[in-house]
Each structure stands twice: as C-alpha cells, then as structure tokens.
C-alpha cells in the first residue's frame, strides 16, 4: 500500500517540468472513455526528473459491487509481468550462471531437440528439424519459434490451445510440467528467423528456478519484490488486500461497452497457484510497478542502495536486438498489441523505440516500454527522466489506443 500522494499538483508539475495545465489535460481526457461506459475505471502516473507530477484515478474498480477506483487498486498486470521475468534472468546472468547464447535445452532438457512446422493441419501437422535449437537470448527476444494459442493464425497455435498451452488461467501444470508438454510441440519457425509473441517468458521463469534453485515466486519476492517494496506484486492476493483487488472486464465489439470477465473474489488469484506465469501472472499496483520503474531508471539500484542490476546490464537490455538492427515491422508474425510495430525494436525483455519518426508518436529513440493483455501500459524514457504508467482492466489490450493517447498528453506537457 502508502500509495504516494500529490498535495500541490501544481507545484509537482512544475518541479517536474511540466506545464501544469497541459498535465491536467490528462485526467478529462481518460473521464471520457468512463464517462461513455467504454471503460469502468483507470489510474495515470507520471514521474519525472525525481517527482511525481501525476498521479490521479477514475471510475470504479468493481462495477457489480459499486466499488471506486483507489490509488492503491491491484490490478492484473498480465504481460507487464513479462520486464519482471527478464530482470531476474538478467540478475542470474550477471552472477555468471549462464550465457546468452546458451541453448535452453542445457538447462531444460525437454526444450533440447525442437521441431519446427513444416505444413499441415493442426491435427497430423509435418514437422522438421530447426536450423539451430533456441537460445536463452532467444527467448529473451521472443525470437525462439514458440508462439500463443491465442494468436490463432497457425495450426501450432490450434495445437497450444488443444493442449491449453500458454494460457494465463492454466492451471493444471507446473513450469517443470509446462516445459515437457511445451517440448512435444513444433515451434512456429526456426530460431532467429522472425519475431513472434509468445510463451519464451514462461520457459525463462522455469529456467529462474533451474538455475537459482529457488520457485519463481520465491525468487521474485526475495529478489526484487522485497528489496523495492513491492508489496502487492505478486500471483496471488490475499484475503487482505481482495478489498482492494479490481474486477477485469471484456470490451463487447457491438456494443463497445464492457461485461464482466474475472470476478475478483471467485476467479484463479483468489486461490493459491500452480503455474506461477512469469509471461503473464502477476498482480501488481500502481506504486508498486513505479518502485520497479524507478530501478531501472536509476540504473539498477533500490532506494536503499541495494543492486539489482548493474547500469551496463540494462543497457544491454533496452537495445535493440533483433537481427541487422530491423524493427517489429519487419520480423513481427502476426499482431499481438494496440502497439505499432513501425519503428519499434526489441531488447532483452522489452520493446523499445529505435526510430521516433517511423513510429508516429512522440517518445525518443531509445525509450522502452510493455503493455498487458488487460490494457495496463507503461514506458520509461531516460533521455526525459521519465516514467508514465497506465493502469485499467479492459480486454483486449487493442480495444482503445489508449497508449498511444496517453503517451501524446504526457510529452505535450513538458516545458523545460
């Protein structure tokens, strides 16, 4: 919780850098999309140059039970989990454990000897041996073959959701179980060829555990979570902090309004979990995902001085690694966000932005940023001493460009 607060909104945009007026622009902006029951509530946070500018919530948090939106909601993060994942692998890669180009199967067995799609319906599919078998860069990248069975473009995604591999409510195996089912599938297409979104971060949360000897959890808490403050991030909530868990609801294409898609009181994260998802599972709160930004901001260290990882190591992280220096438009297999490809690179764990211009929205080269299935965003840019997250509970993730719209607002208010 200790949700921090702004007394003089005024003055901390001005601290800030930013002009008052123009950050206030923020909030009517996103009272629209409540206003017009087309989302049910959201939370915006702006940090810059060591002040928090912006901080302020809209709507309800619970429409069934009339609950408002607070400052310390917990909402299902999904796919923001996935940055999380990547900076443990990177904390184990600075401690030696393993090389980047590593091939999985020296830790996963059961991921050693892939196959890749060579034609077919999804059911007698024809398979062949990969070029190259996937490497822990690979996975980091999302250039290891493996893919979504939501996508549901290709016949090895039919084969993920037969088997109900890679879903966020699965719970029926752990990551060690997850793995040797993973392991019998083919992958998409050889490593390194293309970029496809995908399962690889839920293989790194298994090879977390391998190489620390530690559950992913565990790892996480003791790590990261503990070390920052992060108190309300985890796989589960407690009967505790369920007062303050928000509802997750499901855009309707005919209507545009909003239904009811996870109860928070009857769905998985009341329950204690079996796969603990590093691709997708986390719950995690507005301050909290900011003490996470913070740190990478800073260059790896907590408030209290403690390292988690070194400045070249996120440096590493957030360039772009797809191969010849291409973008997502060029590598990308089938779409996956609200999130443009153009101009948009992919480092160790997260997108980042090698050409502004190309992209068509403001945000400077070398800013990097993810986004989760039920709209949550958020970016950080070092070139402004800047962090912008943006916290709601709307699936798809694509049914409103509210990224896009909200990266316009915040760069408009700067003014030093």
Same mark, same amino acid.
């Given at each position: 919780?200790?949700?921090?607060?702004?007394?003089?909104?005024? =003055?901390?945009?001005?601290?800030?850098?930013?002009?008052?007026?123009?950050?206030?622009? *923020?909030?009517?902006?996103?009272?629209?999309?409540?206003? #017009?029951?087309?989302?049910?509530?959201?939370?915006?946070?702006?940090? &810059?140059?060591?002040?928090?500018?912006?901080?302020?919530?809209?709507?309800?948090?619970?429409?069934?039970?009339?609950?408002?939106?607070?400052?310390?909601?917990?909402?299902?993060?999904?796919?923001?989990?996935?940055?999380?994942?990547? +900076?443990?692998?990177?904390?184990?890669?600075?401690?030696? #454990?393993?090389?980047?180009?590593? !091939?999985?199967?020296?830790?996963?067995?059961?991921?050693?000897?892939?196959?890749?799609?060579?034609?077919?319906?999804?059911?007698?599919?024809?398979?062949?041996?990969?070029?190259?078998?996937?490497? *822990? &860069?690979?996975?980091?990248?999302?250039?290891?073959?493996? @893919?979504?069975?939501?996508?549901?473009?290709?016949?090895?995604?039919?084969?993920?959701?037969?088997?109900?591999?890679?879903?966020?409510?699965?719970?029926?195996?752990?990551?060690?179980?997850?793995?040797?089912?993973?392991?019998?599938?083919?992958?998409?297409?050889?490593?390194?060829?293309?970029?496809? %979104? =995908?399962?690889?971060?839920?293989?790194?949360?298994?090879?977390?555990?391998? +190489?620390?000897?530690?559950?992913?959890?565990?790892?996480?808490? @003791?790590?990261?979570?503990?070390?920052?403050?992060?108190?309300?991030?985890?796989?589960?909530?407690?009967?505790?902090?369920?007062? #303050?868990?928000?509802?997750?609801?499901? &855009?309707?294409?005919?209507?545009?309004?909003?239904?009811?898609?996870?109860?928070?009181?009857?769905?998985?994260?009341?329950?204690?979990?079996?796969?603990?998802?590093?691709?997708?599972?986390?719950?995690?709160?507005? =301050?909290?995902?900011?003490?996470?930004?913070?740190?990478?901001?800073?260059?790896?260290?907590?408030?209290?001085?403690?390292?988690?990882?070194?400045?070249?190591? $996120?440096?590493?992280?957030?360039?772009?690694?797809?191969?010849?220096?291409?973008?997502? !438009?060029?590598?990308?297999?089938?779409?996956?966000?609200?999130?443009?490809?153009?101009?948009?690179?992919?480092?160790?764990?997260?997108?980042?932005?090698?050409?502004?211009?190309?992209?068509?929205?403001?945000?400077?080269?070398?800013? %990097? %940023?993810?986004?989760?299935?039920?709209?949550? $965003?958020?970016?950080?840019?070092? =070139?402004?001493?800047?962090?912008?997250?943006?916290?709601?509970?709307?699936?798809?993730?694509?049914?409103?460009?509210?990224? &896009?719209?909200?990266?316009?607002?915040?760069?408009?208010?700067?003014?030093?």
């Amino acid at each position: 919780m200790n949700a921090p607060l702004i007394n003089d909104p005024t =003055s901390a945009a001005k601290q800030a850098g930013m002009c008052p007026d123009r950050l206030a622009r *923020i909030t009517p902006f996103f009272q629209s999309y409540v206003d #017009r029951k087309k989302l049910a509530g959201l939370s915006t946070l702006v940090w &810059r140059k060591g002040e928090l500018a912006h901080f302020d919530v809209q709507g309800q948090m619970d429409v069934e039970r009339g609950k408002t939106l607070t400052h310390d909601t917990i909402f299902r993060i999904y796919s923001m989990s996935k940055p999380i994942t990547s +900076v443990a692998v990177m904390m184990l890669f600075e401690e030696g #454990r393993f090389q980047l180009e590593h !091939e999985i199967g020296r830790y996963i067995p059961e991921l050693g000897d892939l196959k890749v799609y060579a034609g077919g319906p999804a059911r007698g599919m024809a398979v062949k041996s990969a070029s190259r078998q996937v490497t *822990i &860069r690979d996975l980091l990248t999302h250039m290891s073959g493996f @893919t979504y069975g939501f996508m549901e473009v290709h016949p090895v995604d039919e084969a993920y959701r037969h088997f109900k591999i890679g879903g966020v409510d699965l719970t029926t195996s752990n990551l060690e179980e997850f793995c040797k089912l993973l392991g019998r599938m083919p992958l998409l297409h050889n490593p390194g060829e293309a970029w496809s %979104y =995908s399962v690889s971060t839920d293989v790194l949360g298994r090879l977390v555990e391998v +190489v620390s000897g530690m559950s992913l959890f565990d790892f996480f808490n @003791t790590r990261i979570f503990q070390p920052l403050g992060m108190t309300d991030t985890a796989f589960q909530v407690s009967a505790d902090q369920m007062p #303050r868990f928000a509802a997750n609801y499901q &855009r309707d294409p005919k209507t545009k309004s909003f239904a009811l898609a996870d109860d928070p009181e009857t769905g998985r994260y009341a329950r204690p979990p079996v796969f603990t998802s590093g691709g997708g599972g986390l719950v995690s709160t507005q =301050s909290d995902y900011l003490k996470f930004c913070q740190m990478m901001l800073r260059g790896g260290t907590a408030p209290d001085g403690t390292r988690l990882l070194s400045r070249p190591t $996120i440096t590493l992280m957030t360039k772009n690694h797809l191969p010849g220096g291409q973008d997502l !438009e060029g590598l990308a297999q089938g779409a996956f966000s609200e999130t443009t490809n153009a101009g948009i690179g992919f480092g160790l764990g997260f997108a980042v932005t090698v050409d502004e211009a190309k992209s068509q929205i403001t945000g400077p080269d070398g800013t %990097y %940023y993810w986004g989760g299935a039920a709209s949550t $965003i958020f970016w950080i840019d070092p =070139s402004e001493d800047l962090i912008a997250i943006l916290m709601t509970q709307l699936m798809p993730s694509g049914a409103y460009p509210l990224r &896009r719209q909200f990266q316009q607002l915040v760069y408009a208010a700067i003014n030093d």
